[in-house]
């Protein structure tokens, strides 16, 4: 079975401060999306990397992906409070024919 | 172009009644997939429909069930519901080419409540 793993569960900072959020998995896959989702809304897709060892960048956000496509990394540089939202990591099953999301990281910016 | 409309937002119900979704996808979209979000599982995979039919299943018991329409508009159905059942219900269009599944676009969900 393949599972993505979320670390931290939680964050909380201040504006102004960097941070990481990681997503791992023992499984290989193909490409791995970023997404956010706000209260009471649905989950909103930030990227897809796709390439083994790719970076993309996205404004102050900063997306990872492995060499070995097993994991993933977001950094977000200068948090601002508008960066408040729930961020999830999700992969293609190996089928290809459904989504398989990570628990997510709660990330809480105060001004 | 409106995005993934899904109704209604909220909803209670009690445990043994049964409930009914629906989904309307982006136009031009004929994938319509349904996701269980709940804070200790996060969020899971019900089921995918294209072009009437379901291309693809989740792990989830017979009591969850789901349909397609000519119009690509989807609707899924919970029977004999129980209190586990209360969750954010999401679903997601895409557009298919090829065979494989697109970016998928998100609804807003709907909140249900079992009591």
């Known amino acids: 079975t393949q599972l993505l793993e979320q670390s931290p569960q939680f964050l909380s900072i201040q504006e102004g401060e960097n941070l990481t959020v990681y997503c791992n998995s023992s499984s290989v896959f193909s490409s791995l999306q970023w997404y956010r989702q706000e209260p009471g809304e649905g989950p909103v897709l930030l990227v897809t990397v796709v390439t083994g060892g790719e970076v993309k960048k996205l404004k102050r956000l900063t997306f990872q992906f492995g060499d070995a496509r097993k994991d993933s990394s977001l950094h977000i540089t200068a948090a601002q409070p508008g960066d408040t939202g729930l961020y999830l990591c999700a992969g293609y099953n190996q089928a290809g024919t459904a989504l398989i999301f990570g628990k997510g990281t709660t990330l809480s910016v105060s001004s | 172009k409106a995005g993934v409309t899904q109704t209604p937002r909220y909803l209670i119900k009690t445990r043994g009644q049964q409930v009914t979704l629906s989904c309307s996808p982006i136009?031009?979209?004929?994938?319509v997939s349904w996701y269980q979000q709940t804070p200790g599982q996060g969020l899971q995979f019900l089921f995918e429909y294209f072009s009437e039919t379901q291309r693809n299943k989740g792990n989830f018991p017979g009591r969850f069930s789901g349909r397609q329409f000519s119009n690509s508009r989807s609707e899924m159905n919970v029977s004999t519901l129980e209190l586990g059942d209360s969750a954010l219900y999401l679903c997601?269009?895409?557009?298919?080419?090829?065979?494989?599944?697109?970016?998928?676009?998100f609804g807003p969900g709907t909140r249900l409540t079992v009591l």
């Open positions: 136009s031009g979209h004929r994938s």
């Open positions: 997601a269009s895409s557009f298919v080419a090829g065979g494989r599944t697109d970016t998928q676009y």
